[in-house]
C-alpha cells in the first residue's frame, strides 16, 4: 500500500473516531478522547514505517497526539451543534492528512535531502500555533489552581516546543541547544501562565496571549538555530509581542 492511501486511511479513521465518540455518554469524554490520541499514534506510526527511526525521528509523533488531543478536549468545550461538529470534523481530517504529509517529509529529509521541507516546516509551525491555542483554551478554561494551571502549561509546552525546534536541523538525536532552548521557553510559558492567572482577561484573550508568545519564542529560537538571528528579526517578533500584550491590556475589564 501506498503512503499516500495510507496517509488518507489514516485521517478517514481518525475523523471517524470523532463521530463516533459524540454519541458516546459525557462520562466517557475523557477515556474516548485519550484512546483517539492513542489512536493517532499507531496510525502514524504505521503511515510512517518506512522513514521513522528510533531516534529524534520520533519527535513527529508529538504533533498528531497533541492535535487530536486539543482539538478533542476544545470541541467539548463547544456546544453541540450540527454547526460545530461538521466544520471541527472536516478541520481535524484536513490537518491530520497535512500532518501525515509534514511528518512524512522531516523523517524522510532527517535521512536524505528532500523538496518541500521549507514548505512542510511553514505548515507544522501553523498547526502547532493552532494546537498550542486549543490546548491553552482548554486548560485556562478548567479554572483549576494556580499551580495546576501553570503545571499543566509547562508540560504541554516543552514538547511542542522541542519538536519545533528540531525540525530546523532534523538532527538524529537531542542537541544541547534544542533542550536549553525549549526549557527555557517551557519557563517562559509557565511564567506568563502565572501572571495570566492573575489578570482579569478572558479565556480566549489569555490563550491568545500565549500562543502568540508561543509564536515569539518559537520563531526566534528557530532564528537562533538557523543561526539568523538578526536584529531586525528580534525587532519584529518583539514588536508584535508589544502589540498583543498592549491589546490584551486594552480588552481587559478592569472594573472588577
Not at 458516546?24 to 510512517?48: G, M, N, Q
Not at 481535524?92 to 518541500?116: D, H, Q
Not at 516546516?121 to 489552581?145: E, P, Y
Request: charged content about 10%.
Amino acid at each position: 500500500m501506498s503512503k499516500r492511501k495510507r496517509f488518507l486511511l489514516t485521517s478517514f479513521f481518525l475523523s471517524i473516531g470523532f463521530v463516533v465518540i459524540q454519541y458516546l455518554e459525557e462520562k466517557y469524554r475523557f477515556y474516548s478522547i485519550a484512546t483517539l490520541a492513542i489512536l493517532s499514534l499507531v496510525l502514524f506510526t504505521w503511515a510512517l514505517k518506512e522513514s521513522l527511526r528510533l531516534n529524534s525521528s520520533l519527535l513527529t509523533l508529538i504533533l498528531p497526539l497533541y492535535f487530536t488531543s486539543a482539538v478533542g478536549f476544545f470541541w467539548f468545550l463547544l456546544p453541540r451543534s450540527i454547526f460545530t461538529q461538521v466544520p471541527i470534523i472536516i478541520f481535524y481530517g484536513f490537518g491530520i492528512y497535512a500532518l501525515c504529509l509534514t511528518a512524512n517529509i522531516f523523517t524522510v529529509a532527517a535521512i536524505r535531502t528532500i523538496a518541500l521541507l521549507r514548505a512542510a516546516k511553514g505548515v507544522g509551525f501553523v498547526i502547532t500555533l493552532v494546537t498550542s491555542f486549543l490546548i491553552f483554551d482548554t486548560i485556562l478554561s478548567l479554572r483549576v489552581n494556580i499551580f495546576l494551571t501553570v503545571g499543566l502549561i509547562f508540560l504541554f509546552s516543552v514538547p511542542l516546543f522541542l519538536q519545533g525546534f528540531w525540525v530546523v536541523n532534523l538532527e538524529n538525536v537531542f542537541s544541547k541547544d534544542n533542550i536549553a532552548l525549549t526549557l527555557i521557553s517551557g519557563l517562559v510559558m509557565g511564567e506568563l501562565a502565572i501572571s495570566i492567572y492573575f489578570w482579569p482577561v478572558t479565556v480566549v484573550v489569555g490563550s491568545l496571549f500565549l500562543t502568540v508568545t508561543a509564536y515569539v519564542l518559537l520563531g526566534l529560537g528557530q532564528a537562533r538555530l538557523e543561526e539568523r538571528l538578526f536584529v531586525q528579526t528580534v525587532r519584529e517578533y518583539l514588536l508584535l509581542g508589544a502589540l498583543v500584550f498592549l491589546g490584551m491590556f486594552l480588552a481587559t475589564s478592569w472594573g472588577g
